[in-house]
């Protein structure tokens, strides 16, 4: 008898899933609340200026997985994009991740790579082990750049001191002793030509796929199929009946300019009293493309209210006490998969959750095989 598999959201997760269960022969229905696909990675073109505009926050694809970038390059065209961030700081740009450029501009200095690190080294703390962000901000950097470039950026993104942090989140950074401005280190970087929500759709192009949008799924009826490949929230598929865990929420203000209004794509403005944390222009997202006018965001963080839409989980110890909760719980609920970004409730980069989504397909169709429950 025909199996009946669904995957709750269109984004990255659902879509890879269904796209694998497809070719190994099974028919998929995936469903989405919004009336788009490709979850927070959406994008659209803008119908006044033509700018592809990233509706969720700017999203830059990087990867040092060979397979993943291969399984992404059969859905849609990438041309080659490195992201080069830059930071206003008390009426001063500089650029980011913070490097030689950077300290040398900071410091009124002109240190070759050696004398810098010596310098630094002069500036930082002995901190062995730093658990949390500030520790590991004072460990890396020392207190003037901490000041400058993290400290006031943090506070407004995540709504607390970089001292309730952890150290892992700024070891999401690097910090070069040379000029090399690109943001992220993965081999593999670049921009989906005509934008990630057409890569998703092709990757949900298959005869066996059955896509529905504005549509909810009512985890009370997950008993009704065979298998549900959950990546909503993971405590919104318990109704949130012990609680919900953290999410920070992003507000865009948008405007608009005419020609280029600040140069680049992104511009951090870590400084306290500015009250955003940075201002996207998305037609550099794509520069091989030619607009005359632009769209901006302003991108403000705050809590995440319920009807808000969750961006960035906060692990902080109360929620890693629930979390494990709900992790318990959903071991019990035999015929769901948790994944993706909510549903594992882990900040995800999108090569990461193509990853894992790829690899949750097999595990499954290996289970199915064996004739094992997944
Ligand atoms: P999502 O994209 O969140 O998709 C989940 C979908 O499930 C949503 O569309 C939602 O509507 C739907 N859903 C939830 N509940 C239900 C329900 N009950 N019924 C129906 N549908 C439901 N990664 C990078 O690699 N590079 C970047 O530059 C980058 N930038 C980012 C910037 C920001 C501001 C943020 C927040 C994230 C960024 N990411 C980036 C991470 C990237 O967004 C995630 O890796 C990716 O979106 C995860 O995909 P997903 O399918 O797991 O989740
Ligand atoms: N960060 C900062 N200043 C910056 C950029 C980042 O303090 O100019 C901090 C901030 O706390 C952020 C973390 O470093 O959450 C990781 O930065 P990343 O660019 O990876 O942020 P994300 O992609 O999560 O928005």
């Known amino acids: 008898m025909t199996q009946r598999f669904i995957m709750v959201g269109a984004g990255f997760s659902g879509a890879v899933v269904a796209r694998k269960l497809a070719e190994a022969g099974h028919a998929c229905t995936v469903v989405d609340a919004r009336d788009h696909v490709a ?13 592809m505009v990233h509706t969720y926050g700017p999203h830059i694809f990087h990867t040092g997985d060979d397979e993943v970038w291969d399984y992404v390059r059969k859905f849609g065209e990438f041309a080659p994009y490195k992201n080069r961030v830059k930071s206003t700081h008390k009426g001063a740009v500089y650029t980011l991740p913070v490097n030689l450029h950077t300290m040398n501009q900071f410091f009124g200095t002109a240190l070759r790579p050696d004398e810098m690190r010596a310098h630094v080294a002069t500036l ?78 092709n990757i949900l192009d298959h005869p066996l796929i059955t896509v ?23 405590d919104g598929f318990f109704g949130y009946d012990i609680g919900r865990l953290g999410y920070r929420t992003l507000d865009f203000e948008e405007f608009r300019a005419i020609g280029d209004w600040q140069g680049c794509a992104v511009m951090n403005h870590p400084d306290p009293e500015v009250p955003f944390t940075r201002i ?31 961006y960035y989980p906060i692990r902080l110890v109360a929620e890693k006490a629930l979390l494990s909760d709900y992790v318990e719980r959903a071991k019990t609920v035999s015929n769901v998969t948790f994944m993706g970004r909510l549903g594992t409730y882990r900040y995800l980069d999108m090569d990461v959750t193509i990853r894992e989504a790829l690899d949750t397909a097999d595990a499954f169709l290996a289970a199915q095989a064996a004739g094992t429950p997944a």
């Open 212 to 234: 529905r949008l504005n549509t909810v799924f009512d985890p009370a009826t997950a008993g009704d199929w065979d298998h549900v490949f959950w990546s909503g929230p993971l």
């Open 124 to 201: 930082t703390a002995d901190i062995p082990e730093p658990e949390s962000f500030e520790e590991q901000a004072l460990a890396f950097v020392g207190p003037d750049l901490y000041a400058a470039f993290f400290k006031g950026y943090t506070e407004k993104q995540w709504g607390t001191s970089p001292a309730n942090l952890p150290a892992s989140i700024l070891k999401r950074l690097p910090l070069r002793f040379n000029y090399d401005d690109n943001y992220f280190a993965h081999p593999h970087q670049g921009m989906p030509v005509d934008g990630y929500t057409a890569l998703v759709e």
């Open 39 to 51: 979850g927070n990675c959406h994008t659209a073109r803008d119908a006044d200026t033509g700018v």
């Open 280 to 310: 996207t222009e998305h037609k550099h997202f794509a520069p091989w493309e030619s607009h005359e006018k632009s769209v901006l965001y302003r991108e403000y963080a705050r809590a995440c209210e319920p009807g808000d839409t969750p």
